[in-house]
């Protein structure tokens, strides 16, 4: 059926609509209803809960939540486990170099911080929100923006029960139009609707590319004698090649549970290298296979980080609506850390959208949120921090770095030798020919310390209603051979962390096999794809993992 013949959607009115209800959404959502509560604030979030597609590590920062709500540190929240120790290594192949803590610069200091599940502090800053007022609706996934005379008007929700071939079902159902004076972005990393924005409203222009890595995480619940309440650690080096850029982390949090992770950077350059076998083969190391020894893994995920910081930040505003957290690019990549900028946003933005609705204003441009933040917390932040990932990418893991934290030393100061360096190339043009590079052979998993992928995404609870549209949408097959296949042997089957793509050899011609019900939305192949020929569209709303707390 073509989009004329379809029912009217209904319609509903709102102040403020915000599309999802991550810490930059909800502490957005908050903040409105915290200065105007009157306003009408409605989030909504493609997850089945709040928190279901949530995956961080994470060790937060409390500026964001010390703000946005001072008396959280009275009350039950699940933010109980502060640092207790912050160590640092470089690994070889089977030893390791702790850096002293002295070496570091102080903006890496993890004193005061909190080992979390930011999935659960999501679920408290929904509670928190809807005390307040705010209406969300989780299992709605906004598959469209609204635009009137040419200004962001609200969002749509995705039509639910259209089968794979585009008839609709029984249980068709047509979406719902949101209609706001101002729509917040709050995707995260890569978020579908804001790389529209983005592109159509040329928020990019004059800014560096935005860099992004993949992030992958289990969740381990440990035997008491391998848990240290409070400890963080992180690595980089081994497995990762010096040409190749990513690291671990390691946090012991709540009652024995281990969170453990591993971050490549996506402008990694050789077509064979599986950021997920990597990450098994990191937990091999003697430094660390121990802690999960007798231990249990419970959950697993995937999910990208922006990494380009105050370089490739795009314009905040266009008429109608802003970007916030991490679909405007606020991760501080050295820090590992983008929750409390992202949380810091959402209530710079709310705090102007307050003031434009007390003027009688609406469908307008926010255009002093986007000149308040490079004055703000978040720009203080990103700015000391801004030639770390420029220098790691074109110098290499061990000169990289280490420049890198002579940077961050001055810059802490209060001033850099290298002004403000530029990234390069964007992450899907770094991939080589695979002619021109050496398979990597990998080891078997285990099954006990080590996974495979079908296993591992079997602990994410991901689930998608398998009668639907495709959400990875490749818009030109014949591309993605000539291009993905031909030239760089496929290298969606090894960046993808839950086994979603496979080119099948065995016919006359290799096809490209797309396992979406699989997909745990990291969104890593929109960003990698060589010739960004793939594009993650919103599945059904309430598909995709269902993380516990992750
Ligand atoms: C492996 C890993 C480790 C990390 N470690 C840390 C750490 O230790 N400390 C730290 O501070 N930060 C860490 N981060 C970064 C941190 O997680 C992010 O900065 C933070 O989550 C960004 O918040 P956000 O609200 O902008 O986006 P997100 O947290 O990504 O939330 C976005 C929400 O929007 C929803 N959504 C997206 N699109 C739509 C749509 N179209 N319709 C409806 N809903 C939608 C999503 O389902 C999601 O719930 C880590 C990230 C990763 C991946
Ligand atoms: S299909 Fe794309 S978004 Fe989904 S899990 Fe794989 S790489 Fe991530």
């Given at each position: 059926m073509n989009a004329a013949d379809l029912p009217a959607r209904e319609a509903m009115e709102f102040?403020?609509?915000?599309?999802?209800?991550?810490?930059?959404?909800?502490?957005?959502?908050?903040?409105?209803?915290?200065?105007?509560?009157?306003?009408?604030?409605?989030?909504?979030?493609?997850?089945?809960?709040?928190?279901?597609?949530?995956?961080?590590?994470?060790?937060?920062?409390?500026?964001?939540?010390?703000?946005?709500?001072?008396?959280?540190?009275?009350?039950?929240?699940?933010?109980?486990?502060?640092?207790?120790?912050?160590?640092?290594?470089?690994?070889?192949?089977?030893?390791?170099?702790?850096?002293?803590?002295?070496?570091?610069?102080?903006?890496?200091?993890?004193?005061?911080?909190?080992?979390?599940?930011?999935?659960?502090?999501?679920?408290?800053?929904?509670?928190?929100?809807?005390?307040?007022?705010?209406?969300?609706?989780?299992?709605?996934?906004?598959?469209?923006?609204?635009?009137?005379?040419?200004?962001?008007?609200?969002?749509?929700?995705?039509?639910?029960?259209?089968?794979?071939?585009?008839?609709?079902?029984?249980?068709?159902?047509?979406?719902?139009?949101?209609?706001?004076?101002?729509?917040?972005?709050?995707?995260?990393?890569?978020?579908?609707?804001?790389?529209?924005?983005?592109?159509?409203?040329?928020?990019?222009?004059?800014?560096?590319?935005?860099?992004?890595?993949?992030?992958?995480?289990?969740?381990?619940?440990?035997?008491?004698?391998?848990?240290?309440?409070?400890?963080?650690?992180?690595?980089?080096?081994?497995?990762?090649?010096?040409?190749?850029?990513?690291?671990?982390?390691?946090?012991?949090?709540?009652?024995?549970?281990?969170?453990?992770?591993?971050?490549?950077?996506?402008?990694?350059q050789n077509p064979y290298l599986s950021p997920f076998e990597e990450f098994q083969r990191f937990k091999t190391h003697p430094l660390v296979r121990e802690t999960f020894a007798?231990?249990?893994?419970?959950?697993?995920?995937?999910?990208?980080?922006?990494?380009?910081?105050?370089?490739?930040?795009?314009?905040?505003?266009?008429?109608g609506g802003a970007l916030i957290g991490c679909a405007a690019g606020f991760m501080n990549l050295p820090r590992i850390k983008g929750s409390h900028n992202a949380m810091l946003s959402g209530m710079l933005a709310a705090e102007h959208v307050v003031t434009a609705l007390a003027a009688g204003r609406a469908h307008d441009e926010l255009a002093d949120y986007d000149a308040a933040w490079r004055g703000s917390p978040i720009g203080h932040d990103l700015w000391r921090v801004r030639n770390a990932k420029p220098l790691w990418s074109k110098l290499g893991t061990v000169a990289g770095v280490a420049l890198g934290a002579l940077d961050m030393w001055t810059n802490t100061i209060g001033f850099s030798f290298l002004g403000t360096l530029k990234h390069g190339k964007p992450d899907f043009a770094t991939l080589k020919p695979a002619a021109d590079c050496r398979p990597i052979a990998y080891p078997k998993p285990d099954g006990k310390l080590t996974f495979d992928r079908l296993s591992s995404v079997y602990l994410s609870n991901t689930n998608h209603e398998e009668d639907q549209p495709p959400h990875l949408i490749v818009r030109d097959p014949a591309l993605q051979k000539a291009s993905e296949h031909d030239v760089y042997g496929g290298p969606s089957a090894r960046y993808c962390p839950a086994g979603v793509y496979e080119w099948v050899e065995d016919e006359a011609l290799p096809r490209f096999q797309i396992n979406a019900q699989n997909c745990v939305h990291c969104k890593t192949c929109d960003i990698k794809d060589p010739a960004q020929n793939i594009d993650w569209v919103v599945p059904e709303g309430g598909g995709g993992p269902n993380y516990p707390n992750m």
């Open positions: 102040d403020v609509v915000i599309v999802g209800a991550g810490p930059a959404g909800l502490a957005a959502a908050i903040r409105l209803k915290q200065l105007a509560p009157d306003t009408s604030v409605v989030v909504v979030e493609k997850g089945s809960e709040v928190g279901a597609h949530i995956l961080s590590g994470a060790v937060i920062d409390p500026i964001g939540l010390d703000r946005l709500l001072p008396e959280w540190r009275k009350e039950d929240t699940p933010v109980r486990t502060p640092v207790s120790s912050d160590r640092f290594y470089v690994l070889g192949s089977s030893g390791a170099v702790r850096l002293p803590n002295v070496f570091m610069p102080p903006l890496m200091s993890n004193h005061g911080n909190f080992i979390v599940s930011l999935g659960d502090v999501c679920r408290y800053l929904g509670r928190k929100a809807e005390a307040l007022g705010v209406e969300i609706y989780p299992g709605f996934a906004a598959a469209e923006t609204l635009f009137e005379n040419g200004a962001v008007a609200g969002i749509a929700t995705g039509d639910m029960g259209i089968g794979k071939a585009g008839g609709n079902k029984a249980s068709f159902t047509r979406g719902m139009e949101l209609r706001a004076k101002y729509t917040l972005f709050a995707e995260g990393a890569r978020g579908s609707l804001s790389k529209m924005l983005i592109e159509r409203f040329t928020l990019h222009r004059n800014r560096q590319p935005q860099k992004y890595g993949i992030g992958l995480k289990e969740l381990w619940q440990v035997t008491p004698e391998n848990f240290r309440k409070g400890l963080v650690q992180h690595t980089m080096g081994w497995p990762l090649a010096n040409n190749t850029g990513g690291g671990s982390f390691l946090y012991h949090y709540a009652d024995n549970l281990v969170s453990v992770g591993f971050v490549v950077h996506l402008n990694y007798g231990g249990k893994r419970i959950c697993y995920g995937a999910r990208a980080i922006t990494e380009g910081g105050w370089q490739s930040v795009p314009k905040l505003t266009f008429a």
